[in-house]
C-alpha cells in the first residue's frame, strides 16, 4: 500500500525553521516507528507571492486536494501591509480552508504543568486547564457575500462584509463538537450573540436541534460571546468543548490559547468531510502566527507545530497511540527545563534553540 | 435656570435595586453639593414589555430624546427568553442607543487596588490598570441591513446579518478616542481584522486618515482584534485607549472588564452629538448585566451604577471635581474593606448588602 501522503507548507516568518523541526521528527517516526509519509513541500502566503504573485498558486492548491494532510508554518508579515487586499498573504490560507471545505478547526487549550507559571493568569485558575474549541471555519463574515469597500453618498466610503450561516453549515460544525465532547468530557457550550444578531438565533436553535435529535445524551448549554470570553478570562476550567462560529471563534479562541501563558505550545487542526479513503480533509497549524520580529534568528520554539503533526497522526491516520507518545514527550522535555526564549521564565532552565528544542525532543523520543 | 434634567431607567433583574442606591447618592449631590437634577424614571427592557408589550415605549423614547443624560439599570432575564427577536428587552436598549445616534461608547477597565487580589490574573499584570476602551455603537453588524432568518435553497434556514460601516461613522469615533488620548497617556490603539475583512480595511485606513490630518500628536497603532484578545490577557497595562468596531468593543470590553476582576465596579459611558445646550447626548449604565439570579436579594453591587453616576457629572455635566470625589470616596470604602457578596474574597471584608454599600458610600461622601 502506498504510503499516505503530506504536503507540507512552511510559509512565511519562523514557518520555515519551525517546519524543519517538525519535518526531523516526522522522518523520525518513519525510521523507528515504521510511519512512512510521501512528503512533498510548497510555498504559500508571502512566500508564495513573491514568487508566482499570488498567495496561493492553482497547482498548490489542486495539490492540497489530493494529499491526505496538510502542514501549514505560518502566513503574513509587515512587508505584505502594503499589497492589495486580494494578494494578502492571508487569503492563500483562506482559500485552502474554503475550497478544502475544512469547517471544523479544532483548536485545543491546555494549559502544560511545566508551564503553568508562565500564565498572567493564577496558578490555580488555568493549572491542568484543557479545553476544546471548535471553531467554524469555512463560513460566517469570512466569506459572505457581498463584501467590499464602495463609495457612499455622501462623497465617503462604506465597507461591507457579510455574516451568513445556513443550516446545514452550523449543524456539520456541532456535530463535530458533539463528537469530540463525547470523547472528552461530555460538555458543549456553544457561543453566539443570539441577543443581537439573527444569525446567532439561527446558531443556537441549530445547535440546539442536533443536541435533541442527534446527541441528547451530552450536555449542551449556550452562552452570550461577550458572557464567553468574560468567563474563559474567570475561570476558564468550567469549560470542556467550545463550538462557536468562524469571527468569535478566531477571538475566542486566541484568547483562550493566551490563557495558557504559552502560546508557541498550541496546534490546530482544520478538518473537513471524509474524502475516498475515509480519512477527512485536513489541515493543521500552529495557533502562533508567523513572528516576523523573531524570524530566521533560530529563537522560535517548534513544538507547536510539532504537537500540529501529532493532532494529524490522531485526526488524519488514526494513530492516536503515536500522537500520545510525541505530547508525552513533548511533556517530559518541557519537565526537564528545556527551553526556548519564548518559554524562559523567572525559574530559568535550560536554552535552546530552535533546533536545540528538535533535538531535545528527538533524543527523548 | 433650569435643573439638569435627568431620565433614570431601572429596566430588569439587579437594575431597580442597584439604582435606589444611585437615586440615593443623587439625593446627596442635590442636599450637600447644591447639584439638583430634575430626576423622572420610566421603564426599558422586560420591565417595559410586561407592561405596554414593546421594550421601549415610544413616549419613553421621546423623554430620552429631550434630558441632558439617561442613567440605566440593566435589561434580560431568562424569563424573555422566549419572546420574539424584535421585542426582547435587548431591543429597548439598542433603540435607545441608535435613536439618540451614541456612537461613542466609553468603557474603562480600571482595577481598583483594594480588589487587585481579585481578579483572575497574576497582581503585577493587572495592579494599576487603567484602560479606556471607545466601542463605536450605533452601527456595524448591530444595525446593519439585511438581515433575518430566511429559507435556503435546501429546504434548511439561513441567518443574515450586515456589517456595514461609513468613512463618517468611522472619522467620528476615532476622534473621540483621540480626544480621551490627549487627556490620558497620548495612545491609540485601534482593532480590527483588516487581514480578513474589507470593512476592517476602511476602518484602519480611515481610523490612520483622522490620525494623521487632525491627530498627528497622539500615537496610533492598530492590531488585528483577535491579537488584541490575546494582548489584553498577556499585558493588558500596554494600552491606554483602545477604539474599535461594535461587535469587537463588545467582546473586547468584556475581556477587558473581567481582567480588573470586579465587574460590578465598572460604568460606562454612551455619548453623541452635542445638543443644542452644548451638552452631548449621553447614556450611562453600569457594564454588568441584569444577574437574574440574584434580583431582589439585596446582594447586587451598585457600585458600577453610582460609577456611572459619576461619569455622568465628569461627560455631560461639566463636573470633573464632583466626579471625582465621588470615585476617591468609592475607594476609601473599598479601602475600609466593605464589600458586597460578589466583592468578598479570601481576605474577608465588612459584608454589605446593596442599601448597606450606599449607606457606607453616603457616610465616607
Ligand atoms: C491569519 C488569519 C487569516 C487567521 C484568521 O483570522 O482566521 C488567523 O488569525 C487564525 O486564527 O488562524
Ligand atoms: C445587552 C446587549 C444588547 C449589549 C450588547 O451586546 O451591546 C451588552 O452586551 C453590552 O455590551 O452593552
Known sequence: MANPSLLILPGDGIGPEVMTEVRRVIDWFGAKRGLNFDVSEDLV???????????????????AQEVDAVLLGAVGGPKYDVLDFSVKPERG???????????????????????????????????????????????????GEPRGIYPDNEGGRVGVNTQRYTTDEIRRVARSAFELAKRRNNKVCSMEKANVMESGVLWREE?????????????????????????????????????????????????????????????????????????????????HGSAPDIAGQGKANPIACILSFAMALRYSFDRGDEAARLEATVEKVLADGVRTADLMGPEGGVPVSTSGMGDAILAAL
Open 45 to 63: 502566503g508571502g512566500a508564495a507571492y513573491d514568487k508566482y504573485g499570488t498567495p496561493l498558486h492553482d497547482d498548490t492548491m489542486a495539490k
Open 207 to 287: 445547535v440546539q436541534w442536533v443536541h435533541d435529535n442527534e446527541y441528547p445524551e451530552v450536555e449542551l448549554s449556550h452562552m452570550y460571546a461577550d458572557n464567553g470570553a468574560m468567563q474563559l478570562v474567570r475561570n476558564p476550567k468550567q469549560f470542556d468543548v467550545i463550538v462557536t462560529d468562524n469571527l468569535f471563534g478566531d477571538i475566542l479562541s486566541d484568547c483562550a490559547a493566551m490563557l495558557t501563558g504559552s502560546l508557541g505550545m498550541l496546534p490546530s487542526a482544520s478538518l473537513g468531510a471524509p474524502m475516498a479513503n475515509g480519512r477527512p480533509k485536513a489541515l493543521y497549524e500552529p495557533v
Open 93 to 143: 490560507l483562506l482559500r485552502l480552508r474554503k475550497e478544502m471545505d475544512l469547517y471544523a478547526n479544532l483548536r485545543p487549550a491546555q494549559c502544560f504543568d511545566a508551564l503553568a507559571d508562565f500564565s498572567s493568569l493564577k496558578k490555580d485558575v488555568v493549572a491542568g486547564l484543557d479545553i476544546m474549541i471548535v471553531r467554524e471555519l469555512t463560513s460566517g463574515i469570512y466569506f
